[in-house]
């Protein structure tokens, strides 16, 4: 799917607040409701919305720890990767994981309510991991900036 400019002005308030009506959205990009409309079903189908969510406060919602986990696996196979990649899809712990170039394999976005959770993460998780030669683990203190909005 080509993605024109209103596309992408669609997309950027969709972006801030996807909870607008159809009505209030058309107004913002300068079409009709019913263009409007059938734009979003298209965005939508085409998956480019991939879902639309609730974003919590992790403080409010008790999980109020962010930690970043660079995981360096032992050895560099494909069918080891999706193994350990499978595991950490079924982590609830986990908010984000990224396969990564450089010194590390996977870097691990974890979001748990003390360190009692995130010590049961390590045992359930990376230390049942056989392929795993070690992670480090990065406490976050502050939260400068978060956004689910990518840049287009």
Known sequence: MKLDSIDFSILRVLQKNNHLTNQKLAEQVGL???????????????????????VLNPRLAGVPITMIVEVEMERDRADLSQRF???????????????????????????????????DFCERVLYAESNMRKFRTLIAMKRNKFTTAIPI
């Open 85 to 119: 990649s499978r595991r950490v899809e079924e982590a609830e712990e986990v908010t984000q994981c990224y396969q990564v170039t450089g010194e590390v394999d996977f870097v691990l976005i974890i979001s748990v309510r003390d360190m009692d959770a995130f010590q």
């Open 32 to 54: 009709s409701a019913p263009a409007c409309l059938k734009r979003v079903r298209q965005l939508r189908e085409k998956g480019v919305i991939e879902r639309e969510v609730a």
